[in-house]
C-alpha cells in the first residue's frame, strides 16, 4: 500500500480476492445455517473498541469476514432463505453496484453526471413498459420514474405528493393540519404509519378500513363509508393506499374499486405493490398491476424483493410529476447551473427527500440486460411453480392447513393442533438452521409465512425444508389429540 491509498495494482488484486469471497461464499452457503445463530453483543464483542492506529493490509479485512462477519449474517441469499420476502441479489446486480460504487458519481442534479441520470429514467421506462404500467408514466409522458431507496421512502414522497395536490400547495409553507385523513387497509404495510409520523399529519389521521377475512383485501363499501363519513365531518381524505401484494399474506386490494372512490372525492390513489408487482414481468401476471394503468397516481415496486437487483433499488412513479416538483423542488443558490435554469433537463434530487443519490440505476440496467425479460419471467415463474407445489404438500397432509390462498411465491399455513405447534415447529426449523421462514397473525391465528423467490432455490430446497418441517411437526404433534379437519 501506498501511504493510506491503494495503488491500481494493489486495487486489482484485492478486488479479485473480494470477487473470488463472494463467489465462494455463494458456493458454501447450502452449508451454513439459514439463520444467523448469534446472541446480542457477540459480534461487537469480536471487534476492538477503537480503530487501528496505523493502517492494516486489506486482507485482515478478509480474513475478518469469515470470523466476525459470516457468524452474524443471516444469509439471505441462502437457497432455503423463505422468511419475510426475499431480497434476493444476482451476480450481475453485485457487478452493477460495484461499478455504481467505482464511478462514485452523485447524481442529485443532470449536471452532476448526466449519465446517472438519463440512464435512470430509461431503465425506469423500460420496467415500467415491462410491468404493462401506461405511457404516462414514463419519462416522455406527463409522469415518469425515479430509483428510490425503499418502498417506505417512495410511499413517504407519494403522502408529499397527495399533501402538495389536497392543499393546492398550501402544505409547502403552512404545513399540514390536523383534519387531514388517510386511508388503508387494516394489513397495509407498516411504512405508511412511518410516513404519516414524519409527514407531521400524525398517527391519527390514519384510518385503517377493514378487511374481507376470506381475501384479506380491503373492503372498498367500508372505505367508501369511511371517506364519505368523513367529508360530512367536515375533514379532508388526501390520500388512499391500495396493496398489491399485502406484506402478511399477499392479497390484492380492488385498485379499480378504490379507484373509483378516490376519483369521486379527490384522494391520491397510491398503489404499493412492494413485492409483488414485478411479477407482472410475466403476461400470466399482469393482475399483479390490474388497475394500476387506469386508477393509480403513484406506484410502487421493488426490483430488490423478487427481481434479482441487490438491495436498494425501489422502483418509484407518478402519473404526474407536476404534483411531485410543486411538492419538494428547491434549487438553493449553490445548486443553480446553466442545464437546470435551461428547463431542459431533470433533476432527480427533486424526486425524493434526500439530496444527494448514487448510480441505482446501474444494478438494475445489468439486470434487465443480462437477464432479459424472459430470464426475468424464467425467474417469476420458477418461484411461483415451486410455491404452489409447497402449497399442495400442506393441502395434502391433514396435520396443516393453508390459512389463505398462495399468492404467487407467497405460502400461508399453519398446524391445525394450534399457534403454540404452530410457533414451535417454526422456531425449531429456524433454529436448526436448515431453512428459515417467519411468521404472521391472521384473523388472530399465529401462521408461517413461506416466501420462495431467491436466485438459488430449487425444487430439492423445497423438498428438503418441507421434510424438516413435516418431521417437526411429528415432534411437535407426538401425543395430541388428531386434528379436526
Ligand atoms: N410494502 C410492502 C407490501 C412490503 O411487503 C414491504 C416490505 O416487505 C414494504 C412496503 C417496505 O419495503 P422497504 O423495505 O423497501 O421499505
Same mark, same amino acid.
Given at each position: 500500500m501506498?501511504?493510506?491509498?491503494?495503488?491500481?495494482?494493489?486495487?486489482?488484486?484485492?478486488? +479479485?480476492?473480494?470477487?473470488?469471497?463472494?463467489?465462494?461464499?455463494?458456493?458454501?452457503?447450502?452449508?451454513?445455517?439459514?439463520?444467523?445463530?448469534?446472541?446480542?453483543?457477540?459480534?461487537?464483542?469480536?471487534?476492538?473498541?477503537?480503530?487501528?492506529?496505523?493502517?492494516?493490509p486489506?486482507?485482515?479485512?478478509?480474513?475478518?469476514?469469515?470470523?466476525?462477519?459470516?457468524?452474524?449474517?443471516?444469509?439471505?441469499?441462502?437457497? $432455503?432463505?423463505f422468511?419475510?420476502?426475499?431480497?434476493?441479489?444476482?451476480?450481475?446486480?453485485?457487478?452493477?453496484?460495484?461499478?455504481?460504487?467505482?464511478?462514485?458519481? #452523485?447524481?442529485m442534479?443532470?449536471?452532476?453526471?448526466?449519465?446517472?441520470?438519463?440512464?435512470e429514467?430509461?431503465?425506469?421506462?423500460?420496467?415500467?413498459r415491462?410491468?404493462?404500467?401506461?405511457?404516462?408514466?414514463?419519462?416522455?409522458?406527463?409522469?415518469?420514474?425515479?430509483?428510490?431507496?425503499?418502498?417506505?421512502?417512495?410511499?413517504?414522497?407519494?403522502?408529499i405528493?397527495?399533501?402538495?395536490?389536497?392543499?393546492?400547495?398550501?402544505?409547502?409553507?403552512?404545513?399540514?393540519?390536523?383534519?387531514?385523513?388517510?386511508?388503508?387497509?387494516?394489513?397495509?404495510?407498516?411504512?405508511?404509519?412511518?410516513?404519516?409520523?414524519?409527514?407531521?399529519?400524525?398517527?391519527?389521521?390514519?384510518?385503517?378500513?377493514?378487511?374481507?377475512?376470506?381475501?384479506?383485501?380491503?373492503?372498498?363499501?367500508?372505505?367508501?363509508?369511511?371517506?364519505?363519513?368523513?367529508?360530512?365531518?367536515?375533514? $379532508?381524505?388526501?390520500?388512499?393506499?391500495?396493496?398489491?401484494?399485502?406484506?402478511?399474506?399477499?392479497?390484492?386490494?380492488?385498485?379499480a374499486?378504490i379507484?373509483?372512490?378516490?376519483?369521486? +372525492?379527490?384522494?391520491?390513489?397510491?398503489?404499493?405493490?412492494?413485492?409483488?408487482?414485478?411479477?407482472?414481468?410475466?403476461?400470466?401476471?399482469?393482475?399483479?398491476?390490474?388497475?394500476?394503468?387506469? +386508477?393509480?397516481?403513484?406506484?410502487?415496486?421493488?426490483?430488490?424483493?423478487?427481481?434479482?437487483?441487490?438491495f436498494?433499488?425501489?422502483?418509484?412513479?407518478? $402519473?404526474?410529476?407536476? #404534483?411531485?416538483?410543486?411538492?419538494?423542488?428547491?434549487?438553493?443558490?449553490y445548486?443553480?447551473?446553466?442545464?437546470?435554469?435551461?428547463?431542459?433537463?431533470?433533476?432527480?434530487?427533486?424526486?425524493?427527500?434526500?439530496?444527494?443519490?448514487?448510480?441505482?440505476?446501474?444494478?438494475?440496467?445489468?439486470?434487465?440486460?443480462?437477464?432479459?425479460?424472459?430470464?426475468?419471467?424464467?425467474?417469476?415463474?420458477?418461484?411461483?411453480?415451486l410455491?404452489?407445489?409447497?402449497?399442495? $404438500?400442506?393441502?395434502?397432509?391433514?396435520?396443516?392447513?393453508?390459512?389463505?390462498?398462495?399468492?404467487?411465491?407467497?405460502?400461508?399455513?399453519?398446524?391445525?393442533?394450534?399457534?403454540?405447534?404452530?410457533?414451535?415447529?417454526?422456531?425449531?426449523?429456524? #433454529?436448526?438452521?436448515?431453512?428459515?421462514?417467519?411468521?404472521?397473525?391472521?384473523e388472530?391465528?399465529?401462521?408461517?409465512?413461506?416466501?420462495?423467490?431467491?436466485?438459488?432455490?430449487?425444487? #430439492?430446497?423445497?423438498?428438503?425444508?418441507?421434510?424438516?418441517?413435516?418431521?417437526?411437526?411429528?415432534?411437535?404433534?407426538?401425543?395430541?389429540?388428531?386434528?379436526?379437519?
Amino acid at each position: 500500500m501506498s501511504g493510506a491509498h491503494m495503488t491500481p495494482e494493489e486495487f486489482r488484486q484485492q478486488g +479479485h480476492a473480494v470477487i473470488d469471497w463472494i463467489a465462494d461464499y455463494w458456493d458454501r452457503l447450502d452449508d451454513l445455517p439459514v439463520r444467523s445463530q448469534v446472541a446480542p453483543g457477540e459480534i461487537a464483542a469480536l471487534l476492538p473498541d477503537r480503530a487501528p492506529q496505523d493502517p492494516e493490509p486489506f486482507g485482515a479485512l478478509l480474513a475478518d469476514l469469515d470470523q466476525v462477519v459470516l457468524p452474524g449474517i443471516t444469509h439471505w441469499q441462502h437457497p $432455503r432463505f423463505f422468511a419475510y420476502f426475499p431480497a434476493n441479489s444476482s451476480p450481475a446486480a453485485v457487478l452493477g453496484d460495484l461499478i455504481s460504487s467505482g464511478l462514485g458519481a #452523485q447524481g442529485m442534479l443532470w449536471a452532476t453526471s448526466p449519465a446517472l441520470t438519463e440512464v435512470e429514467q430509461v431503465v425506469l421506462d423500460w420496467l415500467a413498459r415491462a410491468l404493462g404500467l401506461p405511457e404516462e408514466f414514463c419519462s416522455s409522458g406527463p409522469g415518469g420514474g425515479v430509483i428510490q431507496d425503499t418502498a417506505s421512502t417512495a410511499t413517504f414522497t407519494a403522502l408529499i405528493c397527495a399533501l402538495h395536490r389536497a392543499t393546492g400547495g398550501r402544505v409547502r409553507a403552512e404545513g399540514v393540519t390536523s383534519d387531514l385523513r388517510v386511508y388503508a387497509s387494516s394489513q397495509a404495510h407498516s411504512s405508511l404509519d412511518k410516513a404519516v409520523i414524519m409527514s407531521g399529519l400524525g398517527e391519527q389521521s390514519l384510518r385503517f378500513v377493514p378487511v374481507d377475512p376470506r381475501t384479506q383485501a380491503m373492503d372498498v363499501a367500508a372505505l367508501r363509508e369511511a371517506v364519505e363519513s368523513d367529508v360530512a365531518a367536515g375533514l $379532508r381524505p388526501v390520500l388512499v393506499q391500495a396493496a398489491a401484494g399485502t406484506t402478511s399474506t399477499g392479497a390484492f386490494d380492488d385498485v379499480a374499486a378504490i379507484g373509483a372512490v378516490a376519483r369521486e +372525492h379527490g384522494l391520491w390513489l397510491h398503489v404499493d405493490a412492494a413485492w409483488a408487482g414485478v411479477a407482472a414481468v410475466c403476461p400470466e401476471h399482469r393482475d399483479a398491476t390490474a388497475g394500476v394503468p387506469e +386508477h393509480a397516481d403513484s406506484f410502487v415496486t421493488n426490483p430488490h424483493k423478487w427481481l434479482l437487483t441487490t438491495f436498494d433499488c425501489s422502483a418509484f412513479w407518478v $402519473r404526474d410529476r407536476t #404534483q411531485l416538483l410543486g411538492a419538494l423542488s428547491l434549487l438553493p443558490e449553490y445548486l443553480r447551473n446553466p442545464a437546470t435554469d435551461s428547463g431542459a433537463v431533470v433533476d432527480l434530487r427533486d424526486w425524493h427527500p434526500q439530496l444527494g443519490r448514487r448510480f441505482r440505476a446501474v444494478k438494475l440496467w445489468a439486470v434487465l440486460r443480462t437477464y432479459g425479460i424472459t430470464g426475468l419471467q424464467q425467474h417469476i415463474r420458477s418461484g411461483v411453480e415451486l410455491a404452489r407445489r409447497f402449497a399442495d $404438500r400442506v393441502s395434502a397432509d391433514e396435520r396443516f392447513e393453508l390459512v389463505t390462498e398462495p399468492v404467487l411465491g407467497l405460502v400461508v399455513f399453519r398446524l391445525r393442533a394450534g399457534d403454540e405447534a404452530t410457533v414451535a415447529v417454526m422456531e425449531s426449523l429456524n #433454529q436448526g438452521g436448515v431453512a428459515y421462514l417467519s411468521h404472521t397473525r391472521v384473523e388472530g391465528l399465529a401462521a408461517m409465512r413461506l416466501a420462495v423467490g431467491g436466485w438459488r432455490t430449487t425444487q #430439492q430446497d423445497v423438498d428438503r425444508t418441507w421434510a424438516a418441517i413435516a418431521a417437526l411437526a411429528d415432534e411437535v404433534t407426538a401425543g395430541s389429540p388428531p386434528p379436526t379437519p
